[in-house]
């Protein structure tokens, strides 16, 4: 099993990676403040499923590709730093947009829509392949065990922390947009703490050694 303190660890990424604006937030806030809570939990069901989806592929091909391929921890070790490198720029770059500053005049459509795009929006977006593909091999040994069920494990972890995560930005999506509106300076808060966090994880990334 993987350490209790190396779970810690990635529960921490993923939550910081679970409130990093992306397309999925954006559409579930959109959603919500367009169309409701109802309409943001339909579209969110979906985007977990998507991230299953992502979970069982990326658990499949690490255990493949660990085993198989030469310096393949070294290469997804460097793809992973670059990643949280890149997220953390785009998290600290000035004029950055306010993640409530979404379009709030989305067409009504019906459940089986919402789900539907919400699937698709998760299951397309190649950066959820990149976090898992980079950050997983990070915390994966052989040592603990399987590296199926490792993954799994982590994949569960994080698809927990993101339902918990966007369903509380669903359920207070209008407070919140009114609160940031009225006070900016808590979103400079959040931008530098996520900022800071995601340079952190990307050098401890960058400095682990292969298992």
């Known amino acids: 099993m993987i350490p209790f303190q190396a779970l810690l660890l990635f529960a921490l990424a993923a939550l910081i990676l679970a409130i990093t604006p992306?397309?999925?937030?954006?559409y579930l806030i959109s959603r919500t403040l367009s169309q409701g809570q109802k309409a943001g939990l339909i579209s969110l069901l979906g985007v977990i499923i998507g991230f299953l989806f992502h979970i069982v592929?990326?658990?499949?091909?690490?255990?493949?590709?660990?085993?198989?391929?030469?310096y393949a921890y070294t290469v997804l070790k460097w793809t992973g730093a670059l990643y949280l490198v890149y997220l953390a720029f785009q998290a600290l770059k000035p004029n950055g947009k306010n993640i409530f500053a979404v379009e709030q005049t989305l067409k009504v459509d019906a459940p089986s829509k919402l789900f539907s795009i919400g699937f698709l929006t998760n299951v397309l977006n190649p950066k959820v392949a990149v976090f898992y593909l980079s950050l997983f091999p990070q915390f994966i040994k052989p040592?603990?065990?399987?590296?199926?069920?490792?993954s799994l494990t982590?994949?569960?972890?994080?698809?927990?922390?993101?339902?918990?995560?966007?369903?509380?930005i669903i359920l207070f999506a209008a407070k919140l947009a009114s609160f940031f509106q009225k006070q900016p300076f808590w979103l400079?808060?959040?931008?530098?703490?996520?900022?800071?966090?995601l340079l952190f994880l990307a050098v401890k990334m960058a400095l682990s050694k292969a298992k």
Do not use: E, R
């Open 22 to 26: 992306g397309p999925n937030m954006v």
């Open 57 to 70: 592929l990326v658990s499949f091909g690490l255990t493949a590709v660990l085993f198989t391929i030469p």
């Open 143 to 150: 040592a603990y065990g399987s590296i199926f069920f490792q």
């Open 154 to 168: 982590l994949g569960t972890t994080q698809l927990v922390i993101s339902f918990l995560t966007n369903l509380l």
């Open 188 to 197: 400079k808060i959040q931008k530098w703490f996520m900022g800071s966090i």
